[in-house]
């Protein structure tokens, strides 16, 4: 059974940091596709970051790209995002989704496997 489990969520204030951790279980984790997405208030689900398979190629969206960075550990199964200058419009429900294929990593319906998500709330 698969599992996708975040972790790291909280309450901050505008500029500080936070790292977010996903733990995976169930699939071969090495040959996914890792993304996160977030989903705001009243919001659609929107793409933040995706690593390939491998670590070496990642991409960004343009409103996280310079402060968001992913990351994972294929030994440990587990896919990261480091937060940095946090905004208040950054706050959302987070959420960790795997993709068996790399094409069109930006849309959540290329995932095949997503965790329940954990809130980021940014005070100004």
């Known amino acids: 059974q698969v599992h996708l489990v975040e972790s790291g969520g909280g309450l901050v204030q505008a500029g500080d940091s936070l790292r977010l951790s996903c733990a995976a279980s169930?699939?071969?984790?090495?040959?996914?596709?890792m993304g996160w997405f977030r989903q705001g208030p009243g919001k659609e689900r929107e793409f933040v970051a995706v690593?390939?398979?491998?670590?070496?190629?990642?991409a960004y969206a343009d409103s996280v790209k310079g402060r968001f960075t992913i990351s994972r550990d294929n030994a440990k199964n587990t896919v990261s995002l480091q937060m940095n200058t946090l905004k208040p419009e950054d706050t959302a429900v987070y959420y960790c989704?795997?993709?068996?294929?790399?094409?069109?990593?930006?849309?959540?319906?290329?995932?095949?496997?997503w965790g329940q998500g954990t809130q980021v709330t940014v005070s100004s």
């Open positions: 989704a795997a993709a068996g294929s790399g094409l069109l990593p930006h849309r959540p319906g290329s995932y095949d496997y």
């Open positions: 169930g699939f071969t984790f090495s040959r996914y596709y």
């Open positions: 690593i390939r398979w491998s670590g070496g190629i990642t």
